[in-house]
């Protein structure tokens, strides 16, 4: 299996002088050039094997990262492989859950969010330098889980006969990369705090579904991958209320004002309260999402 020190940074771009950049420059254990490096990589198993050797390289203390490390942007960003065909999300039809085919799509979807999820974490590494060092080590831990889930769910895709790349899917998420790739607060805002917060939302009745289908083995996957994303949303409210405090600026309203400025999308319920709750949103963003969906209280939070 390749290790995070043997994994390729011949593609790694042009390195710009920086306070340590060529101190990091000269050494194989620079973990941000090397996220960099697994972002570039077209190959998904490759990218996702990568991932989480790079992040259990960096726990073992077998490569840093330097927050000095001013990367240039190469043009190809990000490596994925020719299929699937990206298409206008509205191409995309929704299929009965009732049928093999109609849940090896679902699976496929989903697939298709992890494997973005792994770039969109990798980008957060490599991007946004002069970041305190657990903001790197937890974007890491983010990438290697998505790699697990992606692998996950590629796995329950084949037992229905299919690979990655055989739907076609849509590019919505790295959309809001690029849009937000200038501000890691914006980033912070609206990548996880919006959209892998949707997934949130998102999760029960996918799972509900899949369950009435009897596809037990399917929902257990969106158990662990419901787990895994209330901790990614955290540390996205974490370091967004990090990044607010540090400039002085009131949470809720940057917020508001990010969303409007980047185009977030609109927030729909119904709302999954307790997952949104556990991932770090306090009780005033809570009932402002109570507010927007009328038909839903809010819950109360429950005692420990
Ligand atoms: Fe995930
Ligand atoms: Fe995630």
């Not at 969109?120 to 831990?141: E, I």
């Not at 009131?250 to 709750?277: C, I, M, S, V």
Request: glycine share 6%; charged share 20%.
């Amino acid at each position: 299996m390749m290790s995070a020190a043997s994994f390729s940074l011949s593609t790694a771009p042009v390195v710009s002088p920086a306070p340590d950049a060529a101190n990091c420059r000269r050494q194989a254990d620079c973990a941000r050039t090397a996220a960099l490096a697994a972002l570039r990589e077209n190959d998904p198993v490759t990218k996702a094997t990568a991932t989480r050797a790079l992040h259990a390289a960096v726990l073992a203390g077998q490569m840093t990262c330097s927050a000095g490390l001013e990367l240039d942007e190469p043009p190809d960003l990000p490596g994925r492989p020719a299929q699937p065909e990206l298409v206008d999300p509205r191409r995309l039809k929704r299929r009965s859950m009732q049928s093999p085919q109609g849940r090896a799509v679902l699976l496929h979807a989903l697939a298709h969010i992890e494997f973005n999820a792994i770039n969109l974490a990798l980008d957060a590494v490599w991007r946004f330098a002069a970041m305190p060092a657990a903001f790197y080590t937890d974007w890491l831990k983010v990438a290697a889980e998505e790699a697990y889930h992606f692998s996950l769910l590629t796995a329950r895709l084949a037992e229905y006969g299919h690979a990655y790349g055989d739907f076609p899917a849509h590019d919505g998420l790295w959309d809001m990369c690029e849009r937000t790739r200038g501000e890691v607060l914006a980033r912070m805002a609206l990548v996880p705090r919006t959209l892998e917060a949707r997934g949130l939302d998102a999760s029960p009745p996918i799972r509900a579904r899949l369950q009435q289908a009897g596809d037990h083995t399917s929902a257990a996957i969106l158990d662990v991958i419901l787990r895994d994303e209330i901790g990614h949303v955290l540390i996205g409210n974490h370091w967004f209320r990090h990044l607010c405090d540090q400039s002085g600026l009131d949470p809720h309203e940057t917020y508001t004002r990010l969303a409007g400025q980047y185009h977030a999308p609109k927030l729909r319920g119904p709302f999954n309260f307790e997952a949104r709750r556990d991932a770090g949103f306090d009780e005033a963003e809570l009932a402002a999402l109570a507010d927007l969906d009328l038909g839903q209280p809010l819950p109360s939070a429950s005692p420990d």
